[in-house]
């Protein structure tokens, strides 16, 4: 009996090691997507946002999941149709990604323009705005984490269906209309901008304490508030989240693939951007 019970239980350790093994190459395994086991982007590198399923926006309050864009050309090209805000879009229909740590400071895509990367390329900007950005000759950002939002189709479509704006609806479910499916985002955005002494007492002046508007960052630019730190520098810092890149599905009809997430259009093509406008 006492030879039978070891036997027993040398199998059993046996067994434990492989369910173990099992196990973690089962939880190790990188996340697949719903659409043909398509691996999703999940970090914010330079190889990341320079996929070619990747548009890089910059800064937005409302351009994210959920937005409408249409291709402007065979080849590409981008412009968004409607704000998240345009449609209804919020929480109920976006699943939050699973945050992670972001250098973004050492992402180009983040900070390539210097002091013009705080400002999004979809956006029209104001003159005196850009033209004092553009004088800055270093740029840092930071952000405490970063996560890939999600469409969720199913109550996306239906959000669009019970839309009372029948213009909107109609444009939505019109031809060649595209959805942002999936967005990175930002949390506790912040951007410090060096400028030469010479144009520090001007820039300090028109931008410490300032709130910029829309009419300074345009309709889709992220609202930022300037501070001037003690280290002679501007400070600005976005009032909440923001998205600054993300990935594409095609629309037919006004619908995408139900559930979350959509067949994600995996080569955009010409990334050529143009800004949005309001109706």
């Not at 506790?188 to 060096?194: E, F, G, H, Q």
């Not at 959509?262 to 093509?269: M, S, V």
Request: glycine share 8%; net charge positive.
């Amino acid at each position: 009996m006492l030879f039978a019970s070891r036997s027993y239980d040398k199998v059993t350790r046996s067994l434990l090691m492989v369910l173990s093994s099992v196990a973690f190459i089962s939880c190790s395994a990188a996340p697949k997507s719903g659409d043909g086991g398509r691996q999703y982007i999940s970090s914010c590198s330079d190889s990341d946002l320079n996929s070619k399923s990747v548009l890089y926006f910059g800064p937005s309050n409302q351009i994210g999941p959920g937005s409408v864009w249409i291709r402007l050309g065979t080849n590409g090209g981008y412009q968004p149709q409607w704000r998240m805000e345009d449609l209804g879009v919020d929480t109920s229909v976006v699943a939050a990604g699973h945050s992670f740590q972001c250098s973004i400071t050492a992402t180009s895509q983040l900070t390539a323009d210097a002091g013009l990367s705080v400002l999004s390329k979809v956006t029209t900007v104001s003159a005196d705005l850009k033209a004092d950005f553009s004088r800055a000759k270093s740029i840092q950002v930071s952000s405490t984490e970063a996560a890939w939002d999600t469409l969720v189709a199913g109550p996306w479509a239906a959000r669009i269906d019970g839309l009372k704006n029948a213009m909107i609806r109609a444009d939505v479910q019109g031809k060649n209309r595209l959805v942002l499916s999936r967005a990175l985002k930002l949390s506790n955005y912040k951007a410090v901008l060096d400028f030469d002494t010479a144009v520090k007492p001007e820039i300090k002046a028109k931008y410490a304490g300032k709130v910029l508007s829309r009419a300074d960052v345009g309709e889709v630019g992220a609202q930022l508030t300037a501070s001037w730190s003690r280290d002679d520098k501007l400070e600005l810092t976005a009032k909440g989240d923001i998205y600054v890149a993300g990935e594409f599905a095609q629309l037919q009809d006004g619908k995408v693939a139900v559930g979350r997430g959509a067949a994600i259009i995996e080569n955009l093509g010409d990334k050529d951007t143009q800004p949005y406008h309001a109706k």
